[in-house]
């Protein structure tokens, strides 16, 4: 059975950092494009962050420039760097993996930002 599984959520203060990291488990993790979504409360799910079997990112507006995405596909391992976090950031982040028509989920990872 596929497993991702997430890590690296907690609370933190405003302006502090976070990595995330989401690790696979049998998939072949280096054809696959892996992307971060989050919800917050009352929400709707959106991508956060993507980042292609190659290598090629891509962020939303709104974390450009404060996060970094990025992946080992030694260690089946795709992370996302947070930094400058806002309490706006605040909502469960998800790991998502995708191939063709196959995809598959994380069970999520909660950060909270606030003083």
């Known amino acids: 059975q596929v497993q991702l599984v997430e890590s690296g959520g907690g609370l933190v203060q405003p302006g502090g950092s976070l990595r995330l990291s989401c690790v696979a488990s049998?998939?072949?993790?280096?054809?696959?494009?892996m992307d971060w979504y989050r919800q917050a409360p009352g929400k709707q799910r959106e991508l956060v962050a993507l980042i292609s079997s190659g290598g090629t990112t891509n962020y939303v507006d709104s974390v450009k420039g404060r996060f970094t995405i990025s992946r080992n596909n030694a260690k089946n391992t795709v992370y996302l760097q947070m930094n400058s976090l806002k309490p706006e950031d605040t909502a469960v982040y998800y790991c998502h993996g995708r191939l063709f028509n196959y995809e598959h989920w994380g069970q999520g990872t909660q950060v909270t930002v606030s003083s």
């Open positions: 049998r998939i072949t993790f280096n054809m696959y494009a």
